[in-house]
């Protein structure tokens, strides 16, 4: 297809020189059938809900999507190393616990708590990268350990140390308004309620693609989610880098779990079963490959909009709930069939 | 396709039976109900917002209290629930994005809903609370509260089982961190004189509840009371009963069809009703009330709809409203 004054040397030509045009290049990227997938979300919406278009409604997916966003990032970069995580969604939970749980019980500064919070939530991560390296056992198992052991130790500590299934209230402790300003505030812009997670998304997001496209890991993640051994075989430490994958969906679950305790400044020990699925969900709605090795961090936004969009506009579309769960499915059914479409046509044309 | 389905129709009316079924229980709801709004009102929107888990039988008969008094008084009802704390909160944002004319919430997890109502009570959305959270209603702003006092009930499950001389009960608790729930097993705890323990089972997981249940009365044959926390459980309980040998009276917070029978033949020992039919109306009755007459029922103090409790002399008399769902 090329144009017959650009081929001035066919026999030379290699192809990773070629030129492409910009469209062409739009269309091979990964996340571009999403982009349709939630343009087709939003129309649909738009037209079937009334209120789906008032700017306080669209505060409201922003915020929903941004709650999702903020770990599909992560796991997006995860899944590109070819590894899964179902503990992502437990860990989030974990995290504000053990930040709620220490400030109060040490009466400390509601910051220190934090800290340790990251650490212990870091070492969750480190665990799962550790044991995934160290005894080849496939990450669905592993992570799924970690996933129960969360849950039991979610609701045995708690109510071992509270008493109760969630912790006590920490609001009126030291620090905890400078760390809701961090976590869990909001800023009002032109009526719109717009929430502190969305900057926190949108800041991850740009994070995990500038290291995924600009960085010597980036290139390792595809490397290793691609082929493990002939990464290994070029050089690339395989396990550092799967290690580091899990570090990072680690610190999302940080950044979430204190988002959950700041704004309600108590933590339910029973909550974030599920939500693993919903993060993996997202990433592959936005074009990441279950199988590794493609994929990025643009696309697992995307999918967490469309996520966002679909759940709060059956809402706003007044439809009987107990069909909600039916919708959803067919929704993002729809907008990956969507996605692997637009896909394979960009991969005709190139 | 008309044709395939005159077909099954005919198919089924030549062989259709005289007892029970789908038309027996159209006759109960016609008669139940004539289906036509009794006030002149404008339509309003109520939005419900309930921390209920999918397909609850709970919750289906509270949303079929508040249907009805949705057709009674002229109103467009919204359902919607979800069992997080943090999503049963996105959800009532929605219906503050809808601007609804009034808001029916359960305070289960108060604290992930406490900033949302505020925010709805500072929209200028009339809120009333049900259920749960009679502790938290009048501080967040709402209304009034229309439940059982979760504790008050707890204590009454406490006296009942000292009525009948047990000595050690098992309370199940089908749903981890729901602070109600908690209060009920504490509050049985606290007036019962025997020794009681509590016992988590994964709600959603019927086998798993009763493997539970079985297991734990298997290991501690002096078990002689199980309380359970929802009616759907209490049959589980029957059947580890069974398995297990053990001869400990099943009691049961709820009341549904499986129960009341269970209630008449005495393979239950009583059920501690909150009246969910009477949650759901009442909650749309009251803000119905409010929007047309400014009325607030119990001063803001909370309205109990419960414990009521039911034993083999009341069952009979109910088996035919829990076979309606409405019971």
């Known amino acids: ?350 | 396709m008309g044709a395939v389905l005159a077909a099954v129709l005919g198919a089924s009316l030549a062989g259709c039976s005289s007892t029970g079924g789908k038309r027996a229980e159209e006759r109960a709801a016609r008669e139940a109900a004539e289906g036509r709004s009794a006030v002149t009102t404008p339509r309003w929107t109520f939005a419900m917002v309930t921390h209920s888990g999918d397909g609850d039988t709970f919750w289906d008969i509270v949303q079929e209290g508040a249907e009805e008094a949705a057709r009674k008084d002229n109103i467009n009802f919204l359902y919607s629930h979800n069992d997080e704390g943090q999503q049963q909160a996105e959800l009532v944002q929605t219906a503050i994005d809808k601007k609804v004319d009034g808001l029916i919430v359960s305070l289960a997890k108060p604290d992930s809903m406490k900033a949302v109502v505020a925010k709805a009570v500072k929209a200028g959305i009339p809120v009333v609370t049900v259920n749960s959270g009679s502790a938290e209603s009048a501080e967040f702003g709402a209304l009034t509260h229309i439940g059982q006092d979760e504790s008050i009930a707890g204590e009454a499950v406490g006296d009942e089982l000292d009525a009948r001389g047990r000595k050690k009960a098992l309370c199940i608790l089908h749903e981890q961190g729901n602070v109600g729930h908690e209060q009920r097993c504490a509050g049985a705890k606290k007036t019962f004189d025997g020794t009681m323990q509590n016992l988590y089972v994964d709600g959603t997981n019927m086998p798993d509840v009763q493997a539970s249940i079985e297991a734990k009365l298997d290991s501690d044959k002096s078990i002689d009371a199980v309380v359970t926390l929802g009616a759907p459980f209490a049959a589980a309980a029957v059947k580890a009963k069974k398995t297990s040998g053990s001869d400990a009276e099943i009691d049961t917070f709820d009341l549904n069809a499986s129960v009341a029978a269970g209630l008449s033949d005495r393979t239950l020992g009583f059920a501690v009703d909150q009246q969910p039919f009477l949650q759901g109306y009442e909650a749309v009755d009251l803000l119905w009330l409010h929007r047309y007459n400014q009325n607030v029922l119990g001063g803001g103090r909370p309205v109990l709809t419960g414990p009521q409790i039911i034993t083999a002399d009341d069952a009979d008399e109910l088996a035919e409203y829990t076979k309606r769902g409405t019971r």
């Open chain 1, 1 to 350: 297809m090329t144009a017959p004054g650009s081929a001035t040397a066919p026999d030379r030509a290699d192809e990773r020189l070629l030129r492409t045009s910009p469209l062409r290049r739009l269309l091979g990227r990964p996340e571009l059938g999403s982009v349709v997938g939630a343009v087709a979300v939003f129309l649909f919406f738009a037209v079937v809900a009334d209120s789906f278009l008032r700017m306080s409604s669209l505060g409201t997916v922003l915020y929903a999507a941004s709650t999702i966003g903020i770990m599909a990032a992560p796991v997006a970069l995860l899944m590109i190393g070819g590894e899964f995580d179902l503990s992502a969604g437990v860990m989030v939970t974990s995290s504000a616990l053990v930040s709620s749980m220490f400030s109060y019980q040490m009466t400390a500064n509601v910051w220190v708590g934090v800290f340790v919070s990251l650490l212990v939530t870091l070492a969750f991560g480190a665990f799962n990268g550790f044991m995934l390296t160290r005894t080849k056992l496939p990450s669905f198992i592993i992570t799924l350990g970690t996933y129960l052991m969360l849950i039991g130790l979610n609701l045995g500590l708690t109510k071992l140390i509270s008493g109760t299934v969630s912790t006590k209230g920490i609001g009126d402790m030291e620090g905890f308004a400078s760390a809701r300003k961090l976590f869990a505030s909001y800023l009002t812009i032109g009526g719109v309620e717009l929430k502190v997670t969305i900057l926190w998304w949108i800041g991850l997001v740009a994070l995990a693609t500038w290291i995924l496209l600009r960085t010597r890991f980036g290139n390792w993640i595809f490397a290793v989610g691609g082929e493990a051994d002939a990464a290994r075989a070029v050089g690339v430490p395989v396990v550092r880098t799967k290690i580091g994958l899990y570090l990072g969906v680690a610190f999302a679950a940080w950044v979430s779990g204190q988002h959950l305790l700041f704004s309600y400044d108590v933590v339910q020990s029973g909550e974030g079963v599920g939500n693993e699925l919903i993060y993996i969900i997202a990433a592959v709605i936005g074009g990441c490959l279950i199988t590794g090795g493609y994929g990025s961090a643009i696309g697992s936004a995307v999918g967490a909009i469309i996520f966002g969009m679909t759940s709060k506009g059956i809402v706003y579309a007044e439809w009987n709930p107990d069909w909600f769960k039916f919708f959803l499915g067919a929704m993002l059914l729809l907008a990956t069939l969507l996605n692997a479409w637009v896909r394979k046509r960009a991969e005709a044309t190139t």
